[in-house]
T-cell receptor, first 118, second 109 residues
């Protein structure tokens, strides 16, 4: 079974430029997460999708960040314009999340995109 | 108070010893608990999940959960240099996963 796929793996941009990250979750996984991980910290949730619906985007800086999961499968996270403080690793994860069933909330992570804003 | 707290370490143990990693969480309604291992420059990799009070063993790894004390731990027996990594504790709080900052473990040959 293929794991979570993310691209690009690395991105270097100038501040104020836009950037987009793509994620394809594990087949059949309903729930998709975007996290940001700063050096020496644990992942911090940005947004959670249940199928195509964003059910928790409270931590997403909406002035510059946007995300979509139009067909309930793959997802795109965008930053426009990027700031120096956005330099981090952006992780995508997915889980089966079958409601009412235990052990289905385990999240599986993609390799991440390392963003450097100069 | 942070939702999930871990000692940042570094924790250093000799090869063959038992490594003990600890985590506390703040929300009593949490029901799902996870340990992830993260090698430098890599993404988190699931080691164990635990849902009930008590111990859960998988090979050299044992997860321990005490919901009354809001405490979860991970024991690594017969530690190997390849176990050297950052270990992240994660707690499912209202369907959102909250991660600790991680404990960096070094196993010395």
């Amino acid at each position: 079974e293929a794991g979570v796929v993310q691209s690009p793996r690395y991105k270097i941009i100038e501040k104020k430029q836009p950037v987009a990250f793509w994620c394809n979750p594990i087949s059949g996984h309903n729930t998709l997460y975007w996290y940001r991980q700063n050096l020496g910290q644990g992942p911090e949730l940005l947004i959670r999708y249940e199928n195509e619906e964003a059910v928790d985007d409270s931590q997403l800086p909406k002035d510059r960040f946007s995300a979509e999961r139009l067909k309930g499968v793959d997802s795109t996270l965008k930053i426009q314009p990027a700031e120096l403080g956005d330099s981090a690793v952006y992780l995508c994860a997915s889980s089966p999340s079958a409601w009412g069933l235990t052990n289905t909330d385990t999240q599986y992570f993609g390799p991440g995109t390392r963003l450097t804003v100069l | 108070q942070k939702e999930v707290e871990q000692n940042s370490g570094p924790l250093s143990v000799p090869e063959g010893a038992i490594a003990s990693l600890n985590c506390t969480y703040s929300d009593r309604v949490s029901q799902s608990f996870f340990w992830y291992r993260q090698y430098s420059g890599k993404s988190p990799e699931l080691i164990m999940s635990i849902y009930s009070n008590g111990d859960k063993e998988d090979g050299r790894f044992t997860a321990q959960l005490n919901k009354a004390s809001q405490y979860v731990s991970l024991l690594i027996r017969d530690s190997q240099p390849s176990d050297s990594a950052t270990y992240l504790c994660a707690v499912n709080i209202w369907d959102d996963m909250r991660f600790g900052a991680g404990t960096r473990l070094t196993v010395k040959p």
